[in-house]
Nanobody, 135 residues
Framework: EVQLVESGGGLVQTGGSLTLACVAS????????IGWFRQAPGKEREGVSC????????YYADSVKGRFTISSDNAKNTVYLQMNSLNPEDSAVYYC????????????????????????????WGQGTQVTVSA
């Protein structure tokens, strides 16, 4: 059974930092695409960043580029999202998800070209962790 467990959310002031972690189990971690999405109340789910656990290639949405860093520790089956310079617009529930479709490196390259992450491409999801940024 695939399981994804997020942690690291919380309350932080504007300009602060948080690091989210997503611990995965139930599948071979080393060649998949792991993505982070977020959803604020009344808004659509937004793809934030994703990584290939095979070659480490990454994608970032324009809204977080230069502020967020995604990384993978394959020995720990864990993907991290380091979030810096947070602002109230970053407040949301953050979800990690795994995509097994195709070759992960190609998926990341395609995402980079299209400039968008599609939630339907990800088969399994974590329960989410709340991030709240106060003004």
């Amino acid at each position: 059974e695939v399981q994804l467990v997020e942690s690291g959310g919380g309350l932080v002031q504007t300009g602060g930092s948080l690091t989210l972690a997503c611990v995965a189990s139930g599948f071979t971690f080393d060649d998949h695409t792991i993505g982070w999405f977020r959803q604020a109340p009344g808004k659509e789910r937004e793809g934030v960043s994703c990584i290939s656990t095979n070659n480490g290639s990454t994608y970032y949405a324009d809204s977080v580029k230069g502020r967020f860093t995604i990384s993978s520790d394959n020995a720990k089956n864990t993907v991290y999202l380091q979030m810096n310079s947070l602002n109230p617009e970053d407040s949301a529930v953050y979800y990690c998800a795994v995509s097994t479709l195709g070759v992960s490196a190609i998926r990341i390259a395609t995402t980079q070209t299209l400039g968008v992450m599609y939630a339907w491409e990800y088969e399994d999801w974590g329960q989410g962790t709340q991030v709240t940024v106060s003004a």
